[in-house]
């Protein structure tokens, strides 16, 4: 699939999974500037998340250094602050962060879910109360966010990516009426925002937003036939790629995989597909076999400040425990993160355990670092023709050797799949 913005190419599938190794291409917005060139990513890859223009105590040339070619900003939090036409005033996201790869834009709708307290959602979109000090000047109380204003937001951003506003009510929520009106929601604010962004493209003389490509977010709950109908509705479209939303927010392990499976079952082959707010290494593993190529979450840089190190196949390595006072070995030994070239578990340890800055930092550099090798081994094995054994290392690796420890979710996944495992 090709186009103005994007192109995206598959080029193995693997014979056990829905699996696929890809290359997606993400087009430069401008002839100039740091933002001056297409980008390639291979899928799968996941995001690291900088929701407002920064992942916290990293520099944007670390994450490069790290392998991220891809990373997520938060259209709301950019808005709110430092406001999107401070950021179109320096060029756009790419220049005001000196970021020189891809980005992309989530539309705001998930802080209807984190931010519940303070939103209000009605036909025409969402009104968000500031949770920001209000002290500050350059913080509005309030903010109505629409589907129209959630793109031109976006356009103003600069993102590469940018995602339509839906809504997005938490998984567990009991009111099956309220999921569905969501579901119908989401897909008249796909058509609004994909109006918006079509004018935009239409009356722009620079080319910049013809380099912005807008996907739609499948809904639908934990309800099979919801989730059904809203892939259909968008396949019938013809975006250029689509993300899978309303997922990860505190549900069943075995309710997600099964989302997760109905919601690619029927997606079109040649377009990207993205699964937002999933960054555990073993869920990740078994989407990847349901056909997802495209993950982020806070997850990796999260769980670093609280003191907590990848390693292995996804292990979290808790540098604060005492019995690493005097562990001189490496987080990882087969990781090649600065962190690990040149730092003891002892020394980590002794940062963590003061609260040192310094500590997160590299533990944010090192989990980062992993998420993009453990991806490159995913991507490897579909390639080498061996993901159905990867996977059965994986599973091991966190289960044991006995299948019947599996849980649930993973044994519903493997049945689902019919891996031989």
């Not at 999921?179 to 079509?198: F, K, P, V």
């Amino acid at each position: 699939m090709s186009g103005k913005g994007l192109s995206f190419e598959v080029l193995v599938e693997c014979n056990k999974t829905r699996a696929r190794l890809s290359k997606l291409v993400l087009r430069s917005l401008s002839d100039g500037g740091i933002a001056g060139q297409d980008v390639t990513i291979d899928t799968p890859m996941f995001m690291p998340v900088g929701t407002n223009a920064t992942i916290k105590g990293l520099l944007p040339k670390q994450i490069e250094r790290n392998g991220a070619r891809l990373i997520l900003a938060n259209t709301y939090h950019v808005g709110s602050r430092p406001g999107v036409d401070t950021v179109d005033r320096a060029g756009g996201i790419h220049e005001f962060m000196r970021w020189r790869n891809a980005l992309l834009t989530d539309s705001g709708g998930f802080q209807m879910v984190s931010l519940s307290k303070l939103s209000e959602v009605t036909e025409n979109g969402v009104l968000f109360r500031s949770p920001y000090d209000k002290e500050s000047t350059d913080v509005t109380d309030e903010m109505l966010l629409t589907p129209e204003m959630a793109t031109e937001m976006q356009h103003k951003i600069g993102s590469n990516i940018m995602m339509q506003l839906d809504d997005v009510i938490k998984t567990t929520h009991p009111d099956q009426q309220r999921m569905e009106e969501a579901l119908h929601r989401s897909i008249r604010w796909y058509d609004r925002c994909r109006l918006t962004h079509d004018k935009a493209v239409t009356e722009d003389r620079t080319g910049r937003r013809t380099k912005q490509n807008l996907f739609p977010i499948i809904q639908g709950g934990l309800n099979p036939e919801f989730r059904r109908q809203s892939v259909d509705q968008i396949v019938a479209r013809d975006p250029v790629g689509i993300a899978i939303g309303g997922l990860s927010g505190g549900e069943a392990k075995e309710k997600f995989i099964e989302m997760v499976s109905v919601s690619t079952e029927s997606l079109p082959p040649n377009k990207p597909r993205y699964l937002m707010g999933v960054g555990l290494a073993i869920d990740m593993l078994m989407c990847v076999a349901f056909g997802v190529d495209l993950f982020d979450c806070v997850f990796p840089t999260r769980t670093a400040r609280f003191g907590c190190a990848l390693i292995g196949y996804g292990k979290e390595l808790n540098l604060r425990s005492p019995s690493l006072a005097a562990d001189f070995g490496p987080l990882d030994k087969e990781c090649d993160c600065k962190a690990c070239l040149n730092y003891t578990r002892s020394y980590i340890h002794h940062l963590m355990r003061d609260k040192n800055t310094v500590g997160c930092h590299l533990l944010s550099e090192h989990n980062i670092r992993f998420q993009m090798r453990f991806m490159k081994l995913i991507r490897d094995s579909i390639r080498d023709g061996v993901f159905e054994q990867f996977i059965c290392n994986n599973l091991k690796f966190h289960f044991g050797d006995n299948k019947h420890d599996y849980p649930e979710w993973i044994t519903k996944a493997v049945n689902d799949l019919n891996l031989n495992i």
